[in-house]
């Protein structure tokens, strides 16, 4: 099992920055890949960007490419998502995601506001 919690989330005006952070407890030996994704009121919940332990394999949503960026602190279990030039159409709630051989976990969420 895999335990993951979120936070960091809050209110920012457009063109704002936050950094979101994602704790990871349990079995993160098993953890192949780590993902962020969020979800909009009255839409699906959509990818946003992904990376490994290690820092690497990552990929960004078109949406996000060139204004977050996704790391790992892997001695803290810690996934970040830096969040630069928010605009109003990033409000969403941004959940973790983590990708093992027996299946994916996923944190309650955090919500992030972005006021015009």
């Known amino acids: 099992q895999v335990q993951l919690v979120e936070s960091g989330g809050g209110l920012v005006q457009s063109g704002g920055s936050l950094r979101l952070s994602c704790a990871a407890s349990?079995?993160?030996?098993?953890?192949?890949?780590l993902a962020w994704y969020r979800q909009a009121p009255g839409k699906e919940r959509e990818f946003v960007a992904r990376?490994?332990?290690?820092?690497?394999?990552?990929y960004y949503a078109d949406s996000v490419n060139g204004r977050f960026t996704i790391s790992t602190d892997s001695q803290k279990g810690t996934l970040y998502l830096q969040m630069d030039s928010l605009k109003p159409e990033g409000a969403a709630i941004y959940y973790c995601?983590?990708?093992?051989?027996?299946?994916?976990?996923w944190g309650q969420g955090t919500q992030v506001t972005v006021s015009s």
């Open positions: 995601n983590a990708r093992t051989a027996g299946g994916a976990y």
């Open positions: 990376a490994n332990w290690s820092g690497g394999s990552t």
């Open positions: 349990g079995r993160t030996f098993s953890i192949y890949m």
